[in-house]
T-cell receptor, first 117, second 112 residues
Framework: GAVVSQHPSRVICKSGTSVKIECRSL??????MFWYRQFPKQSLMLMAT?????????EQGVEKDKFLINHASLTLSTLTVTSAHPEDSSFYIC?????????????FGEGSWLTVV | QQQVKQSPQSLIVQKGGISIINCAYE??????FPWYQQFPGKGPALLIA?????SEKKEGRFTISFNKSAKQFSLHIMDSQPGDSATYFC???????????FGAGTILRVKS
C-alpha cells in the first residue's frame, strides 16, 4: 500500500525556537496533503490543507504565521512550528491523497511527537 | 452539517467476540466512509472504506454496514483478538473532496 513518511518521529526543542516536520509520499504523487494535530486520547484536529504549488488553507483558529506549511513538490510538504511554546507540544500527523487513485484514498503518516521544553 | 458522531467512546470485548462501533453523519453530500485504526503513538492506518452504493463491505474479519437512509454506518470486527486493541476512528468526506471529517474515536480493548 501507499506509504507516507514523516520525519522526525520525535523531536524536543527549546521554547522560542522553530522546528520543521517533513511529510513525504514515498510511492505516489500527492497534490493535496493535510496536517493534523492530536492530543492524547482525542480525535484528529485538522490544522490545514496543503496544495502543491499554492498557499495552504488553514482551519479556523489555526495561526498561519505560527504553523508555516510549504508544499513545494508533489511528494513533500513541511510544517514549521515557529517560536514554539510548551502548549505546542503535541502529536502532529500528516496525510496525503493519491492524485492518481480512482477513489479518494487518504494515507496517513506515522506522526511526529513534538515536545517543547 | 460536517459532524460525524461516533459511539461508544470505549468498548471492552472478550477474545473471539464481535466488536461493533457505530457512526452517524449529517451531511448527505458525503459519499466516502473510511475507518481508521490507530495504535498508541502511531498514525492512523486505513482499515476499510465504503461508498454509499453498497450496504455492506467485508474484508477479512472487518465488515462495514452502511444504512444510507438512516445516515449511519458501523464497523464490525468478528472474532476479536487482543491485537485488535486500538483506537478506531470513522470518517467521512465527499469523493474527490478534500477534508476528512473524523468521529471522536472508540478505544477498543479485547480481553484475552
Amino acid at each position: 500500500g501507499a506509504v507516507v513518511s514523516q520525519h522526525p518521529s520525535r523531536v524536543i526543542c527549546k521554547s522560542g525556537t522553530s522546528v520543521k516536520i517533513e511529510c513525504r509520499s514515498l510511492d505516489f504523487q500527492a497534490t493535496t496533503m493535510f496536517w493534523y494535530r492530536q492530543f492524547p486520547k482525542q480525535s484528529l484536529m485538522l490544522m490545514a490543507t496543503s496544495n502543491e504549488g499554492s498557499k495552504a488553507t488553514y482551519e479556523q483558529g489555526v495561526e498561519k504565521d505560527k504553523f508555516l506549511i510549504n508544499h513545494a513538490s508533489l511528494t513533500l510538504s513541511t510544517l514549521t512550528v515557529t517560536s514554539a511554546h510548551p502548549e505546542d507540544s503535541s502529536f502532529y500527523i500528516c496525510s496525503a491523497r493519491d492524485r492518481l487513485s480512482s477513489g479518494n484514498t487518504i494515507y496517513f503518516g506515522e506522526g511526529s511527537w513534538l515536545t517543547v521544553v | 452539517q460536517q459532524q460525524v458522531k461516533q459511539s461508544p467512546q470505549s468498548l471492552i470485548v472478550q477474545k473471539g467476540g464481535i466488536s461493533i462501533i457505530n457512526c452517524a453523519y449529517e451531511n448527505t453530500a458525503f459519499d466516502y466512509f473510511p475507518w481508521y485504526q490507530q495504535f498508541p503513538g502511531k498514525g492512523p492506518a486505513l482499515l476499510i472504506a465504503i461508498r454509499p452504493d453498497v450496504s455492506e463491505k467485508k474484508e477479512g474479519r472487518f465488515t462495514i454496514s452502511f444504512n444510507k437512509s438512516a445516515k449511519q454506518f458501523s464497523l464490525h470486527i468478528m472474532d476479536s483478538q487482543p491485537g485488535d486493541s486500538a483506537t478506531y476512528f470513522c470518517a467521512a468526506n465527499m469523493e474527490y473532496g478534500n477534508k476528512l471529517v473524523f468521529g471522536a474515536g472508540t478505544i477498543l480493548r479485547v480481553k484475552s
